[in-house]
């Protein structure tokens, strides 16, 4: 059977691929269905007021990143509600000096503005007329990028917070990897399978041109990609012998 490139050639290539290492594989930490309410107020003052503070521990080590907290007066028909969030060892991502609602798979990396927080929204009630606004009043479903301390490195993530009809954060996550780049909703990073499957194309395409004497020869070449790269068995058709 004729060969459409020299052996030779085969050969040194799947060397090539054989001595590249496998990229190493970050880790996206994922806490689902955190449910975490901060709605104003689980600790009133007996006037119509009172407040409320959630404290956020995004890496569950015992201390805090993020604090929420819901904070309103009330007197004589009248109320002024504030939710503001702070960082204590944490900062978030702002947009023109406020907290960034980002929507899903924006990058969240060095490149980003952060700061150590503000408000939230505010909501102002005088005998019926209503006065609210700030960038998180009435958002479903946004996504809070935000980056925190581990042993004095930063690491990167994201919160999926709702305040309209309640104010909850539904989950989060975090890049294990100091300095590693996340998108808003990540929860898992694929497989580098970018190389197996360049070795797979190159020992497939191989065995089909070369002839039976040839073949054997790829064969074993074929048997050391596995061997060297485990998750290569996954990503390369394997042939009958």
């Not at 085969?10 to 190493?24: A, V, Y």
């Not at 960034?100 to 005088?126: K, M, Q």
């Not at 946004?142 to 539904?170: A, P, Q």
């Amino acid at each position: 059977m004729q060969t459409l490139f020299p052996p030779g050639l085969w050969l040194i290539s799947l060397s090539w691929l054989i001595s590249l290492p496998l990229q190493s594989r970050a880790d996206i930490v994922h806490v689902p269905n955190a449910n975490l309410n901060f709605s104003c107020c689980q600790e009133p003052d007996g006037f119509g007021g009172g407040f409320t503070l959630l404290d956020v521990d995004i890496d569950r080590n015992g201390s805090t990143e993020f604090s929420f907290l819901a904070d309103r007066f009330a007197d004589f028909g009248f109320s002024d509600t504030f939710y503001d969030l702070s960082g204590v060892n944490g900062r978030v991502v702002e947009s023109g000096g406020a907290i960034a609602v980002l929507d899903s798979n924006a990058p969240i990396n060095s490149s980003a503005t952060f700061g150590n927080g503000g408000e939230l929204y505010h909501v102002f009630r005088d005998f019926g007329f209503v006065d609210a606004g700030g960038p998180w009043y009435q958002v479903q479903n946004g996504y809070m990028g935000f980056d925190f301390e581990i042993d004095g490195n930063r690491h990167f993530g994201w919160m999926r917070v709702s305040t309209l009809g309640g104010n909850r954060i539904h989950e989060w996550a975090y890049q294990s990897t100091p300095g590693a780049p996340i998108a808003a909703g990540q929860v898992e990073i694929p497989e580098p399978a970018s190389i197996l499957l360049i070795a797979g194309l190159a020992v497939g395409g191989a065995l089909t041109r070369f002839g039976s004497g040839r073949a054997t020869r790829l064969r074993a070449t074929e048997e050391r990609v596995f061997r060297l790269h485990p998750r290569a068995r996954a990503a390369i058709p394997r042939r009958d012998r």
